[in-house]
């Protein structure tokens, strides 16, 4: 009966950690895994989530199922940090809110969503994270590629994207990122963010921002402008939000979908289709995960705590940006790409060919995509000259 499915080769991305794994030169370098990793190259476990785990823990009594919306506490804080304190959206009823597995979780059921809603296309920037074509396309959609990065400055080609962005209309979707472009680092500044969402307001597109680095760019509230200023500005939006890499749960698979409706009779409708493609894909959302994130974010104690393992999180990024750019500048590659210093988050993409992330693994065992893209929490003090020293013999050959 399955005879005539082919067998498929590994995720390209997921796979990177196995062949790092058996690499057994010493010097290896890893930039191609997609988690934060602090200067001992290790993923710890955030002070505050162990915490609100040792507590969790001793109060959970019964494994019996929870409500499917949200666990007690979680839906509403994620809606209070994407949000802000200060948003009236909240008591307005405007808000529909459920826990998902993780961002992806989020991108399938807004996927089902649009499908419901008659959307046709979903319209991204290039590049785009590698998994964004495989949900929509799975929901049914067509996702059509529009400009984004200029390659050439590692900055955003707005004219480009702009000008792209002004012919969409009602049955589109454009899928933005919030802080932290994966896989470019290259987010928009703010100026350009209130034009976009006046474009979106102006032309009835529906954006949906996928959001999983949050408060890694530049702090909790900076990040959150692009969420913001299209919440004010658009009467209807979809926000992805994963809590995966800043409250490092990963494995935990904890997110939510939050959508934002014209009307609270148009928010309970939202929630209410959300709700119901959860239980067709999986039902609902583990829980464990969840219930740490609402026990961190309902104690002011721990959310303060957590609110400062964060901002170390993104000054060490930062860090690492600075180490990369300062190496690199001593080199025959001198400034050319000192835009890694001003880029956002974990990742930024290196003008590299396929071969020559290649030739960075065979020769001098660096580990990244074939696309160039890097994580930059894999560099330390202690390797980055040799990181750009093998930058610079590979791109300048
Ligand atoms: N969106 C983007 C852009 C991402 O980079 C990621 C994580 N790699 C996600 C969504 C979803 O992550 P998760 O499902 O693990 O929360």
């Not at 785009?128 to 590692?154: C, E, K, Q």
């Not at 955003?156 to 472009?181: I, K, N």
């Not at 709700?275 to 303060?304: N, T, W």
Request: some cysteine; overall charge negative.
């Amino acid at each position: 009966l399955f005879a005539n499915l082919p067998l498929l080769p590994a995720d390209p991305i997921l796979d990177l950690g196995r062949v790092f794994a058996i690499d057994n030169r010493p010097h290896k370098i890893n930039l191609g895994i997609g988690v934060y990793l602090d200067e001992q190259g290790v993923t710890p476990i955030m002070a505050a989530v162990a915490e609100a785990e040792a507590r969790v823990e001793t109060a959970e009594d019964t494994k019996a199922y929870l409500p499917p919306r949200s666990v007690p506490g979680f839906a509403d804080n994620i809606a209070r940090l994407a949000l802000g304190q200060d948003s009236d959206l909240p008591g307005s009823g405007r808000l529909g809110v459920i826990q998902t597995p993780g961002g992806c979780g989020a991108l399938g059921v807004s996927g089902g969503l649009m499908r419901r809603s008659g959307i046709k296309t979903v319209v991204m920037g290039t590049p785009t994270w590698s998994n964004h074509r495989p949900v929509y396309t799975a929901a049914g959609l067509a996702v059509r590629m529009i400009p984004y990065l200029d390659r050439a400055t590692g900055g955003v080609d707005f004219a480009g994207y702009r000008a792209a962005v002004e012919q969409l209309g009602p049955d589109d979707v454009l899928l933005l990122h919030g802080a932290c472009h994966n896989p470019t680092g290259v987010d928009l500044s703010p100026e350009q963010i209130d034009i976009i969402a006046d474009i979106a307001a102006a032309r009835g597109f529906l954006p949906m921002i996928d959001t999983a680095y949050h408060g890694l760019a530049h702090g909790l509230d900076a990040d959150a402008y692009i969420l913001r200023s299209f919440a004010q500005r658009v009467p209807e939006l979809l926000i992805s939000y994963s809590c995966s890499k800043n409250f490092g749960l990963y494995r935990e698979r904890t997110g939510a979908l939050i959508a934002i409706g014209k009307s609270p009779d148009r928010a309970a409708v939202l929630e209410s289709h959300m709700l119901d493609l959860a239980r067709e894909f999986y039902s609902m959302a583990p829980a464990h995960g969840a219930l740490i994130v609402a026990d961190i974010l309902g104690s002011p104690e721990l959310e303060a705590n957590w609110r400062s393992e964060l901002a170390t999180m993104q000054r060490s990024i930062q860090a690492r940006r600075n180490l990369l750019a300062d190496a690199l500048e001593k080199t025959e590659v001198g400034d050319s790409l000192s835009y890694v210093r001003d880029q956002n988050g974990m990742f930024s993409l290196l003008p590299l060919s396929p071969e020559q992330t290649q030739r960075m693994r065979d020769t001098h065992a660096v580990h990244m995509a074939a696309s160039g893209r890097i994580n930059v929490c894999g560099i330390r003090a202690d390797n980055v000259d040799y990181l750009a020293g093998a930058l610079a013999s590979t791109m300048i050959e």
